[in-house]
């Protein structure tokens, strides 16, 4: 059974930094890419950024490139999102989300498809 299990997320002030983690447990491939997604209240889920865990290759939304850095840790099958310089438009709840059906590299592709396995979400909140 898949599962992805978040941790971290909170109240920060503008400017602040938060690191969410993801942790994978179930697969047995080899390839698989792992999404961060975030959604506000009242709007559209949004894919934030992707990685390859076999290569590591990377993706990043033009709203959070250059503040984020999403990065992996193949030993302990989790993937951590670093937040920096955050603004008060990134709060929004945060997902994390997987499917072994997606072959595809890790690129704005991989934010539009319709993931199966998702994490239980965290709250981040940028405030003063």
């Known amino acids: 059974q898949v599962q992805l299990v978040q941790s971290g997320g909170g109240l920060v002030q503008p400017g602040g930094s938060l690191r969410l983690s993801c942790a994978v447990s179930?697969?047995?491939?080899?390839?698989?890419?792992i999404g961060w997604f975030r959604q506000a209240p009242g709007k559209e889920r949004e894919g934030v950024s992707c990685i390859s865990i076999s290569d590591g290759s990377t993706y990043y939304a033009d709203s959070v490139k250059g503040r984020f850095t999403i990065s992996r840790d193949n030993a302990k099958s989790t993937v951590y999102l670093q937040m920096n310089s955050l603004k008060p438009e990134d709060t929004a709840v945060y997902y994390c989300?997987?499917?072994?059906?997606?072959?595809?590299?890790?690129?704005?592709?991989?934010?539009?498809?319709?993931?199966?396995?998702w994490g239980q979400g965290t709250q981040v909140t940028v405030s003063s």
């Open positions: 989300a997987t499917d072994p059906k997606y072959l595809g590299q890790c690129t704005v592709v991989a934010l539009l498809w319709r993931y199966d396995y």
């Open positions: 179930g697969f047995t491939l080899d390839y698989y890419v």
